[in-house]
């Protein structure tokens, strides 16, 4: 196998491995070259790194289950630094590599931009994690394995108002794509399940200090609190409402959803909830094998970026197996065509939108690490737009 990684400017490194073809051994001509960019560097590099380490674990289990229809996956990785403005080159540097089918392993401003690049190009693009509903709006292209941030705020509200059975709800909300989407899923059905919304505070994705919005949470002595946020800018939010002394629960989404939050937050981590699509304590086959290979891999725990790139690899192998090759429209129908195919994040069928529906998982911090505490099975509530 192997793996081209870039930054935007140069090349840090090139990996190689033995890969062996049924027949024979695979030369670089002969492999399914999948365009990959993702934050290496930057604020995000956490998530970058899991989230390449997904992608590559399954292009390592394809390969070594034959390839893709007999070809060997290589992953040829650009760093994005999860900024738009570095995303566009790189999708423009993955297109003069002469790749065929690409995937976003970043969050939502880079994706959306890269979108564009593709769908131009009519290269077949998948984001892996990207929540903001725009995305796959960007054209026919353009698809998605992970959930809508609306959805998954939808999901937030029936997990605290009808589920735990909180009313008096403080929101905390991240002010960029992540955090609007996933505010105004939550919104959208607040009063559906008795929530009322006390107050609603944001920040920016700079912010590492919290006093005056964790005054103001003391002030309004919520119920619960639903607050987005990546683990950088939640790790320290959730510490500082704990030692503020604020000890209603705290429920959280997918950003959290890494180990690194736990460790940032540390004992203030304990008890916190979050909507999310990994679930620690599946007995599903495809999402348990993927846990503990994925562990084995990395050497620490898997979490959801991991595992909705590795998720979003597999797709698109099997829609390049299905067409019979990497031509992009036949790829890009094959996508579209896309039912009930296992995967670790749960079973992906697309709608005309190129979106997907799966149940969400709810997680709860416990003894450090992250367990199962329920699932949300709502086919009304969970479904995306279809245009």
């Known amino acids: 196998m192997r793996y081209s990684h870039h930054t935007p400017s140069l090349v840090k490194?090139?990996?190689?491995?033995?890969?062996?073809?049924?027949?024979?051994?695979?030369?670089?001509?002969?492999?399914?070259?999948?365009?990959?960019?993702a934050p290496l560097t930057g604020f995000a590099a956490g998530d970058g790194?899991?989230?390449?380490?997904?992608?590559?674990?399954?292009?390592?289990?394809?390969?070594?289950?034959?390839?893709?229809?007999?070809?060997?996956?290589?992953?040829?990785?650009?760093?994005?630094?999860?900024?738009?403005?570095?995303?566009?080159?790189?999708?423009n540097k993955l297109l003069g590599e002469g790749v065929k089918v690409a995937i976003s392993g970043s969050y939502s401003g880079a994706t959306r931009a890269a979108a564009g690049v593709f769908q131009k190009a009519g290269i077949p693009f998948i984001s892996a994690y990207a929540i903001h509903p725009d995305i796959t709006r960007t054209g026919d292209h353009v698809f998605r394995t992970s959930f809508m941030g609306e959805v998954q705020g939808r999901a937030g509200a029936k997990f605290v108002g009808e589920m735990l059975g909180h009313q008096r709800i403080v929101m905390i909300t991240l002010n960029n794509d992540f955090g609007q989407s996933l505010a105004t899923g939550f919104?959208?059905?607040?009063?559906?399940?008795?929530?009322?919304?006390?107050?609603?505070?944001?920040?920016?994705?700079?912010?590492?200090?919290?006093?005056?919005?964790?005054?103001?949470?003391?002030?309004?002595?919520?119920?619960?609190?639903?607050?987005?946020?990546?683990?950088?800018?939640?790790?320290?939010?959730?510490?500082?409402?704990?030692?503020?002394?604020?000890?209603?629960?705290?429920?959280?989404?997918?950003?959290?959803?890494?180990?690194?939050?736990?460790?940032?937050?540390?004992?203030?981590?304990?008890?916190?909830?979050?909507?999310?699509?990994l679930d620690r304590d599946s007995e599903d086959p495809e999402m348990r094998a993927f846990i503990d290979a994925f562990e084995a891999k990395a050497g620490f725990p898997a979490d959801m970026v991991a595992a909705a790139t590795h998720t979003a690899v597999r797709v698109m192998c099997d829609a390049v197996a299905r067409a019979g090759g990497d031509d992009p429209q036949a790829v890009r129908d094959a996508l579209a065509a896309t039912k009930d195919f296992a995967t670790a994040t749960g079973r992906i069928s697309f709608n005309a939108l190129g979106e997907i529906m799966k149940d969400v998982e709810i997680q709860v911090v416990k003894d450090g690490a992250y367990r199962h505490f329920a699932s949300i099975h709502d086919p009304e509530l969970l479904a995306p737009p279809s245009e």
């Open 13 to 37: 490194g090139l990996f190689l491995a033995s890969a062996v073809a049924l027949g024979g051994a695979a030369s670089a001509a002969d492999a399914l070259r999948i365009g990959f960019h």
């Open 49 to 91: 790194k899991s989230s390449s380490l997904g992608a590559e674990l399954a292009a390592e289990q394809i390969n070594a289950a034959g390839g893709c229809d007999g070809r060997m996956v290589e992953l040829v990785i650009y760093d994005d630094q999860a900024k738009a403005d570095q995303a566009i080159p790189a999708a």
């Open 187 to 277: 919104k959208q059905k607040a009063a559906d399940f008795g929530i009322e919304i006390v107050s609603e505070y944001s920040y920016s994705i700079k912010d590492r200090q919290f006093g005056s919005i964790v005054a103001g949470v003391k002030r309004d002595a919520p119920d619960a609190i639903y607050a987005s946020g990546y683990f950088f800018t939640a790790g320290p939010l959730v510490s500082q409402l704990r030692a503020g002394g604020v000890e209603a629960p705290i429920i959280g989404q997918e950003g959290y959803d890494t180990q690194h939050f736990i460790d940032i937050a540390k004992e203030a981590a304990e008890g916190v909830m979050i909507t999310t699509s």
